[in-house]
């Protein structure tokens, strides 16, 4: 099991940008496949983005394809999300989540999750 912090969160306005941060600790990330959820207000939580252990293989919902870049630096036990180009629909709570399992972590049912980060876009 890993405990997971997302920091980074804010209120911008539109065509800003964003990094999140997730750090990791209880255990070391690289064996991780992780990724990042949103929640907006009256919708599911739903999968942004998510890398494999190496992050070679990487997945990107279509409406943040172009704008929005996962990285993760598994010596830091960190991982990043760059939002770039920020729409007021990208206006949801960001979940930093994590699995030994990437199947498990695309299907939305990771182990560990952060408690998540506020996303405030203003147009």
């Known amino acids: 099991q890993v405990q997971l912090v997302e920091s980074g969160g804010g209120l911008v306005q539109a065509g800003e940008s964003l990094r999140l941060s997730c750090v990791a600790s209880?255990?070391?990330?690289?064996?991780?496949?992780m990724g990042w959820f949103r929640q907006a207000p009256g919708k599911e939580r739903e999968l942004v983005t998510a890398?494999?252990?190496?992050?070679?293989?990487?997945y990107y919902a279509d409406s943040v394809k172009g704008r929005f870049t996962i990285s993760r630096d598994n010596a830091a036990n960190t991982m990043y999300l760059q939002m770039n180009n920020l729409r007021p629909e990208d206006t949801a709570v960001y979940y930093c989540?994590?699995?030994?399992?990437?199947?498990?972590?695309?299907?939305?049912?990771?182990?560990?999750w952060g408690q998540g980060t506020q996303v405030t876009v203003s147009s």
């Open positions: 989540a994590a699995d030994l399992r990437p199947t498990r972590l695309r299907h939305g049912s990771p182990t560990d």
């Open positions: 209880g255990s070391t990330i690289h064996s991780y496949a």
């Open positions: 890398a494999s252990w190496s992050g070679a293989n990487t």
